[in-house]
């Protein structure tokens, strides 16, 4: 087994990008490829674990993504099912904290109580958190949290002066965790696609062109070492560059 890296980001956030584009390589059906990402998911989750990353966010199915055809969203719904059901237990056993991020109204409602179930079963994990934005879109998180700020602030209850970053991050979606160091986006696309838009705000990007059904223990272990070797100044310049 190799060696986990030494330096580990706090969060890493991963697109997983090219399960359609795997399956059409071997002359399959897109769903195909959906359920070799599925075990993509499993060996990354599991890599995560053992290199002791403290938390990893994937993103699993976009706001946007309802306009697929109908076929493939039910498959990818049926992947959630199956993978609620059946990954739960290894998830418990790894002191694994599961958080499912996103609109929760348009899922169907076994969906969401599987949703629930996961996040009630976990809560007092203690190990990595394991977040899945699901029916997300980091535009819609934004305009949300404004939305809450404005009604806040027409009612009384907020002074449109006191609000600050810090203040606006703690009405998105990922108030709880720490903002990504890290963001990964499988199969070559160099885009950020309405991922976490304002957590990625000083985030390193690293764009592989691995497809997702590929991706796993090894190439997670890759990227985590391209961070440690990056320089992350944060609109600062280093000591040496101003000595």
């Given at each position: 087994?190799?060696?986990a890296?030494?330096?580990?980001?706090?969060?890493v956030a991963i697109?997983?990008?090219?399960?359609?584009?795997w399956?059409?390589?071997?002359?399959?059906?897109?769903e195909?490829?959906?359920?070799?990402g599925?075990?993509?998911?499993?060996?990354?989750?599991?890599?995560?674990c053992?290199m002791?990353?403290?938390?990893l966010?994937?993103?699993?199915f976009s706001?946007?993504?309802?306009?697929?055809?109908?076929?493939?969203?039910?498959?990818l719904?049926a992947?959630?099912r199956?993978y609620f059901?059946s990954?739960?237990?290894?998830?418990?056993?790894?002191n694994?904290r599961?958080?499912?991020?996103?609109?929760?109204g348009?899922?169907?409602?076994?969906?969401?109580?599987?949703?629930?179930?996961?996040?009630?079963?976990?809560?007092?994990?203690?190990?990595m958190n394991?977040?899945?934005a699901?029916?997300?879109g980091?535009?819609?998180?934004?305009v949300a949290?404004?939305?809450?700020?404005?009604?806040?602030?027409?009612e009384g209850?907020?002074?449109?002066?006191?609000i600050?970053?810090e203040?606006?991050a703690?009405?998105?979606?990922?108030?709880?965790l720490?903002e990504p160091d890290l963001?990964?986006?499988?199969?070559g696309e160099?885009?950020?696609?309405?991922?976490l838009l304002?957590q990625?705000?000083?985030?390193?990007l690293?764009?592989?062109?691995?497809?997702?059904?590929?991706?796993?223990?090894d190439?997670?272990?890759?990227?985590?070492?391209?961070?440690?070797?990056?320089?992350r100044?944060?609109?600062a310049?280093?000591?040496?560059a101003v000595?």
């Amino acid at each position: 087994m190799s060696k986990a890296p030494t330096h580990l980001p706090k969060h890493v956030a991963i697109i997983m990008d090219g399960n359609g584009r795997w399956a059409k390589k071997r002359h399959l059906p897109r769903e195909a490829g959906h359920y070799a990402g599925m075990g993509a998911v499993r060996e990354t989750v599991r890599a995560a674990c053992d290199m002791g990353l403290e938390n990893l966010t994937l993103f699993a199915f976009s706001s946007e993504n309802w306009k697929r055809p109908k076929t493939e969203v039910g498959a990818l719904m049926a992947l959630f099912r199956v993978y609620f059901r059946s990954d739960m237990d290894e998830l418990v056993e790894r002191n694994v904290r599961m958080r499912i991020i996103g609109h929760r109204g348009r899922v169907a409602g076994d969906i969401h109580q599987m949703i629930l179930d996961s996040e009630s079963r976990t809560a007092q994990n203690t190990g990595m958190n394991l977040t899945f934005a699901f029916d997300y879109g980091g535009q819609e998180e934004i305009v949300a949290a404004t939305r809450e700020l404005a009604r806040a602030a027409a009612e009384g209850r907020l002074d449109p002066e006191t609000i600050t970053p810090e203040l606006f991050a703690q009405r998105l979606f990922t108030n709880a965790l720490p903002e990504p160091d890290l963001v990964i986006r499988t199969s070559g696309e160099h885009r950020l696609s309405n991922f976490l838009l304002w957590q990625s705000a000083y985030a390193e990007l690293l764009f592989v062109d691995t497809l997702w059904p590929d991706f796993g223990r090894d190439a997670l272990q890759k990227a985590i070492e391209s961070f440690a070797a990056r320089e992350r100044r944060f609109g600062a310049v280093n000591s040496e560059a101003v000595a």
